[in-house]
């Protein structure tokens, strides 16, 4: 369907001031997000929080439960995964270089011939034209449930999605990180983006769509008065076997 290419990609600008941190106030409704918390409270397969090096509460302080990969979550995890796909849609529409700059794509068009993807072409795509080239390029990571102990619980550390963890690499093929928060009715408890000196207060159903790396170093500071509930994950993108083929 397409094929990277040796050009440079067209220059466009998202617009002046622009932070590459979006908001959808409506990703999931608040029904769903009721339903995944009472889940949530009723598995028994939930963990200590984990950072990259492990269990440690003083840098994140949480009740982890990964849905992926368990039977009895694919219908929660398909949920999410196609409110998140909604969401990642309308970023690339704003943000098209988060597709376009890293692999400098082609795409066929209706002359039959092979054409530089630009932002324009882009935009000037519908949802099913747009949908198939995004998941050829991109896939999601695995979901995950936190639960945030009103006062106590938190992820205070300043940190970011991407880094080298795993043999094959997993954690550097993360592109985005999102959340959705599940809840809110407590006070603080934002995502709190250090360069960009932003907080997001949760909202109940809102989708947060952020890049992964370190220019937007986050932390998730403490609620207080309530307990906070989100569903978490990255963007990330295909591994080079899947986009390129197996080396020769």
Same mark, same amino acid.
């Given at each position: ?14 617009? %002046? ?19 995944? &918390?009472?889940?949530?409270?009723? %598995? ?23 849905? %992926? ?43 039959? =011939? ?21 998941? @050829? ?33 997993? @954690? ?7 959340? &959705? ?17 932003? =907080? ?14 370190? @220019?937007? @170093? ?5 609620? =207080? ?7 978490? %994950? ?15």
């Amino acid at each position: 369907m397409l094929h990277p290419d040796s050009g440079q990609p067209s220059s466009s600008q998202p617009g %002046s001031g622009a932070d590459f941190i979006e908001v959808y106030p409506v990703a999931l409704d608040a029904g769903a997000c009721a339903a995944l &918390i009472e889940r949530f409270n009723a %598995s028994r397969d939930i963990q200590p929080g984990r950072v990259g090096g492990g269990v440690m509460p003083d840098l994140k302080d949480s009740r982890d439960l990964t849905i %992926s990969g368990r039977a009895e979550w694919r219908d929660a995890e398909a949920q999410l995964n196609t409110a998140v796909f909604g969401g990642v849609l309308r970023y690339l529409r704003r943000y098209p270089h988060t597709l376009i700059a890293p692999l400098m794509l082609e795409v066929p068009t209706q002359d039959g =011939k092979r054409h530089r993807l630009t932002p324009e072409r882009l935009a000037a795509m519908d949802d099913a034209e747009l949908s198939p080239i995004v998941q @050829t390029v991109l896939r999601p990571g695995a979901i995950n449930l936190q639960h945030y102990t009103a006062g106590r619980g938190g992820y205070p550390y300043w940190h970011c999605e991407l880094y080298p963890r795993d043999p094959r690499a997993e @954690t550097l093929h993360r592109h985005l990180l999102w959340t &959705i928060y599940l809840n809110d009715g407590f006070d603080e408890g934002e995502t709190e983006f250090l360069y960009q000196q932003r =907080k997001i207060s949760p909202g109940t159903g809102a989708l947060l769509i952020a890049p992964a790396a370190f @220019t937007h @170093t986050h932390r998730g500071n403490r609620p =207080k008065g309530g307990d906070k509930y989100i569903a978490t %994950s990255w963007v990330l993108f295909q591994r080079a076997e899947q986009l390129f083929g197996s080396p020769q």
